[in-house]
């Protein structure tokens, strides 16, 4: 066939093949490069940030009841004051990463769960508050009362709450990190698959093309 077609124009043919070869490797690679960033992208600054939110929340968690239970065990009421005092930076902590969660672009279980976790915060939030002013008063005996029942019972709820939201989004992180490993080892073996069925290709019309044009001299 190759025969009855010009030297000049056989071996266009030739590399006109051999191009479209390179060429459509390297817009698959450009098309999965693309995608995998995109998943990077999503990873680092998505997914990733909302589980630091939620890590936040549950530290500042510790750092309140902690303070509870100190303010209850010093004797001094400046003491047990100061150790109120830093119940309020941890409240704001809180609310600042609630308000991220909420505007993160979640999935439907990590909506749900958010939901959930600011739930068990307004029910929390009141006995917080009571305990609070408890301390502030030096009502030693009912502070102590209080944090062995309602304020550890909603704590409780709202610990749960923040750490299920936590494993739901770890559980994410990890599963997108496992995704995109997948999609690079795919990517990588269809690549090799078009190149080595690229390079046989070439040797084969070259091998034709060459010898349409040795054959008769």
Request: no cysteine; aromatic share 4%; charged share 25%.
């Amino acid at each position: 066939m190759l025969n009855n077609f010009k030297v000049g124009i056989r071996l266009a043919v030739g590399f006109a093949i051999t191009l479209a070869l390179l060429l459509a490797i390297a817009l698959l690679g450009i098309s999965r490069i693309s995608n995998l960033n995109a998943q990077v992208d999503e990873l680092a600054t998505v997914k990733y940030p909302t589980t630091v939110y939620a890590n936040d929340i549950v530290d500042a968690l510790n750092v309140i009841a902690r303070s509870l239970r100190n303010s209850a065990l010093v004797k001094a009421p400046e003491d047990s004051v100061k150790e109120l005092d830093r119940i309020v930076e941890q409240r704001k902590t809180i609310g600042d990463r609630i308000e991220k969660l909420e505007k993160a672009p979640l999935d439907d279980k990590g909506r749900t769960l958010v939901k959930k976790m600011v739930e068990a915060r307004k029910a929390y939030v009141p006995e917080l508050e009571k305990a609070i002013e408890l301390g502030r008063t030096g009502k030693r005996d009912e502070l102590v009362g209080a944090l062995m029942s309602s304020v550890r019972k909603t704590q409780n709820a709202y610990f749960d709450a923040v750490t299920e939201l936590i494993s739901h989004l770890s559980h994410s992180v990890e599963q997108a990190g496992k995704d995109a490993a997948e999609d690079a080892a795919n990517a990588r073996q269809t690549m090799t698959i078009l190149a080595v069925v690229a390079a046989l290709l070439t040797a084969l019309f070259g091998f034709f093309i060459t010898r349409s044009i040795t054959a008769p001299v």
